[in-house]
C-alpha cells in the first residue's frame, strides 16, 4: 500500500495503517532520538512520544509536505524540547563508544586512544553549544541530512542552513581546541 | 583571499557545495597559508569525531505498547469533561475539608468552666469565706456595699450554666 493512502487510512483512526507508518520510520526516528541523546532507553521514550505527538497530529497534516519530512520536523522539536529540559544530565551521560579499530602495534594503540579521548571532548564541547548550533550540527556532520533536508526540517531557508551551519562548526572547533589547550596546560 | 573567507570555503568544499573556481582558489591559498593548512586539519579531525562510529544500536518500537499509550490518551479525550473536572476536584476538595477540620480544632474556644468560684476554690483546697469575711469586716457601709456589688457581679458572670 502506498505511504499516502497508508496516511489518509491513519487519518481516519485505522491504528494498522499507522502502525505501518510507525514500522517504515521507527529506525529514522530512533536514530534522531539517538544522535541526540547518545542514550539507547531515552532514545526509545523519546521514538514512542514523537508517534504519539504525530499520531495525534495528523488531522493536522496536509500532505502539503512528504510524510517523512513532516514526521522528522516533529520529532525534531520534539528532541529539542527535551534537551532544553535537560541539558545538564544529558552532559553527564556521555559514553565514549567503543570505536577503535583492531590494532598491531603500541603507536596504533595510543593514536586509538587518542582519538577517543578527542572524540569524548568533542562530544562533550558538542553538548555545550547553544540549543539551535547543537541541533543543526547533528543533523549535518551526525546524521548526515542535506542542506535541503535541513532547511525543511528546521523551517529555514537553505542560506541560513549554511550561516548557521558555519557558525556551529566554527564554534565547536573554537572550544574544542580551548579545552585541549587548558587540558595541556594542567597536565 | 583572507584567511575568513578561506575557513568558509573549506567548511563549503567539505559538503560538496563550492564551485570550481573557487576551489581553486582555495587551494592555491592554503598552499601558502599554513596557518589555514593547519584549520584545515582541525576541521578533519572535528568531523571525523563527529562522525558516527556505525549504526546506532538497531531498536523497534514496541508497537503494542504504543498503541496501548495511543488508545489511553483517545479514551482521555473522550471522557465526559465533568469526570475531568471531579478527578481534579475531588482531591481538592478533601484536602480543604481536612484543613477546615484542623484549623477549627485548633482555634476553637476552650470550654467554660463549669464550676462556680468558690467550688473552684475548694477544689483547690482553698477557704472561700475569706473573701466574704473581708467584705463582711468592713466598717464603713458604704465599702461593705460596694464590694457586695462587685462580688455579685463576679459571681454572675460565672455563674453554672
Redesign the interface.
Known amino acids: 500500500m502506498e505511504e499516502r493512502e497508508l496516511v489518509r487510512l491513519a487519518q481516519q483512526g485505522d491504528?494498522e495503517s499507522f502502525?505501518l507508518l510507525?514500522?517504515k520510520y521507527?529506525?529514522k526516528?530512533?536514530?534522531l532520538a539517538?544522535?541526540f541523546t547518545r542514550n539507547?532507553a531515552v532514545?526509545?521514550d523519546l521514538?514512542?512520544e514523537v508517534?504519539?505527538k504525530a499520531?495525534?497530529g495528523l488531522p493536522r497534516f496536509k500532505g502539503q509536505s512528504e510524510f517523512g519530512t513532516w514526521l522528522y520536523r516533529i520529532g525534531v522539536n520534539h528532541v529539542k524540547d527535551y534537551l532544553r529540559k535537560k541539558p545538564k544530565e544529558l552532559s553527564l551521560e556521555i559514553v565514549p563508544?567503543d570505536?577503535s579499530p583492531q590494532v598491531d602495534t603500541l603507536a596504533e594503540e595510543q593514536e586509538a586512544r587518542k582519538?577517543e579521548q578527542?572524540?569524548a571532548?568533542?562530544?562533550v564541547c558538542?553538548q555545550e553549544l547553544p540549543l539551535k548550533h547543537r541541533v543543526i550540527?547533528t543533523l549535518?556532520?551526525?546524521e548526515g541530512l542535506s542542506?535541503d533536508e535541513i532547511a525543511r526540517a528546521l523551517k529555514i531557508s537553505a542560506g541560513t542552513v549554511?550561516s548557521r551551519?558555519?557558525r556551529a562548526?566554527?564554534s565547536?572547533?573554537k572550544r574544542?581546541?580551548a579545552f585541549l589547550n587548558k587540558e595541556r596546560r594542567t597536565s | 583571499m583572507t584567511c575568513r573567507q578561506s575557513?568558509?570555503m573549506m567548511?563549503?568544499a567539505r559538503?560538496g557545495?563550492l564551485a570550481a573556481p573557487d576551489t581553486e582558489s582555495l587551494e592555491a591559498h592554503l598552499r601558502q597559508c599554513p596557518q589555514c593548512r593547519r584549520?584545515g586539519e582541525?576541521?578533519r579531525?572535528?568531523?571525523?569525531?563527529?562522525?558516527?562510529?556505525?549504526?546506532?544500536?538497531?531498536?523497534?518500537?514496541?508497537?503494542e505498547?504504543?498503541?496501548t499509550?495511543?488508545e489511553e490518551?483517545e479514551a482521555e479525550a473522550l471522557r465526559p469533561e465533568y469526570q475531568r473536572w471531579a478527578l481534579k476536584v475531588i482531591p481538592a476538595a478533601v484536602a480543604l475539608a481536612l484543613l477546615i477540620g484542623s484549623a477549627s480544632l485548633l482555634f476553637s474556644p476552650r470550654p467554660a468552666s463549669e464550676y462556680t468560684p468558690s467550688e473552684e476554690l475548694l477544689l483547690r483546697n482553698t477557704n472561700p469565706l475569706v473573701e466574704a469575711r473581708t467584705i463582711l469586716e468592713q466598717k464603713r457601709l458604704e465599702d461593705k456595699s460596694m464590694m457586695l456589688i462587685f462580688a455579685s457581679n463576679e459571681g454572675g458572670l460565672s455563674r453554672r450554666r
Open positions: 491504528k502502525g510507525v514500522k521507527e529506525k526516528v530512533f536514530s539517538f544522535q539507547a532514545a526509545d521514538a514512542q508517534f504519539i499520531y495525534f563508544e570505536r582519538n578527542r572524540r571532548v568533542v562530544m558538542l550540527l549535518r556532520d551526525i542542506y549554511d551551519l558555519f562548526r566554527q565547536l572547533r574544542v581546541n | 575557513e568558509r567548511l563549503r559538503d557545495r584549520l582541525d576541521y579531525s572535528l568531523f571525523l569525531a563527529l562522525a558516527p562510529a556505525g549504526a546506532p544500536p538497531h531498536r523497534t518500537v514496541a508497537w505498547q504504543l498503541r499509550r495511543i490518551r
